[in-house]
C-alpha cells in the first residue's frame, strides 16, 4: 500500500485521537461513582426490605397485644361479674361461696398473669417500633447519599462527554487527510490490536509492541520507498516513520 509520508504521519494524530477516546470510554465506564452507587444500591435496597420486615413485626405484636388485652378484659369482666355475686349475698351457700371465691382467686391471678403478659408485649412493640424508626432514618440518610452519588456521577459524565465530543471532532478533522485506504487497514488494525493500529518507529523499536526491530527488518524498512506503508514483522501494525525512528 502506498500514502505520501505527510498521511502516515497524520495517522499518528489520528491514533492519538482515538487512543484519547478510548481512555475516555473507558473512564467513564470505571468511573468511582458507579461502584458506589451500586453499592448505595445495595443499601438503599437492604434498608428497605429490613423496615418491611421491621413494620411487619409492629403489626403482629400490636394484634398481638390487642389480643392479650381482649384476654384481660374478659377475664376482668367475669371476675367483676362474681364479685358482684359475691357481694350481692345471693350465694348463701358454704360450698358455693367457697368455690366462687376460690374462683374469684383465680381469676384475679388469671389477670395478673395476662397483664403481665401484655406489659411484655408493649416493651417488644415499643423496642420493635424504635428499631423501624432507626431503619427508616437510615434509609433516608441512604437515599440523601444516592442522590449526591448520582448528582456526582452526572456532572463527571458530562465532563468526560464535554471532552469526548471535542477529541471526536477533531478526529474527524484529522481522518480527513489519510486516505481510504490507509484509513481502512488502519480501522481494522486498531479492532484487531486493542485499539492501537499505527505507531512511530522510534529509535528503532515499534512502539505499538515495544519491541526493537532486528537488522534485516531495519534494512528493509530504510530501503522501502518513503510512501510506502510499512508494518510491523511482530505486531503487524502499521509503523509510520519520523526523524526519530533511528533509520
Known sequence: MKAAPQAQLRLIDLQDLDSSLDRLAHRRRTLPELAEIERAEGRRSELRDAIVAAETEVGDLQREQ????????????????????????????????SSLQAEIESLQRRQSDLEEVVLEIMERTETAEARAAELRAEHAS??????????????????????????????????????????????????????????????????????????????????????????????????????????
Do not use: M, W
Not at 388485652?69 to 360450698?95: F, H, M, N, P, W
Not at 440523601?144 to 478526529?171: K, N, P, S
Not at 522501502?224 to 510499512?230: G, Q
Open 142 to 247: 441512604a437515599q440523601e447519599e444516592l442522590v449526591g452519588l448520582t448528582d456526582r456521577r452526572d456532572a463527571a459524565q458530562r465532563e468526560i462527554d464535554e471532552e469526548t465530543g471535542t477529541t471526536t471532532t477533531a478526529r474527524t478533522a484529522v481522518a480527513k487527510d489519510v486516505p481510504n485506504d490507509l484509513l481502512g487497514l488502519y480501522e481494522k488494525l486498531r479492532t484487531q490490536f486493542g485499539g492501537v493500529g499505527a505507531a512511530k518507529l522510534f529509535r528503532g523499536a515499534c512502539q505499538g509492541c515495544h519491541l526493537a526491530l532486528n537488522t534485516v527488518d531495519l534494512n528493509r524498512i530504510r530501503a522501502a520507498a518513503e510512501d510506502e506503508v510499512v508494518r510491523c514483522e511482530e505486531c503487524r501494525r502499521i509503523l509510520v516513520r519520523t526523524p526519530e525512528s533511528g533509520l
Open 66 to 97: 390487642k389480643k392479650a388485652e381482649q384476654d384481660v378484659d374478659q377475664v376482668r369482666t367475669r371476675a367483676d361479674r362474681d364479685q358482684k355475686r359475691l357481694d350481692s349475698g345471693q350465694v348463701t351457700s358454704a360450698k358455693d361461696l
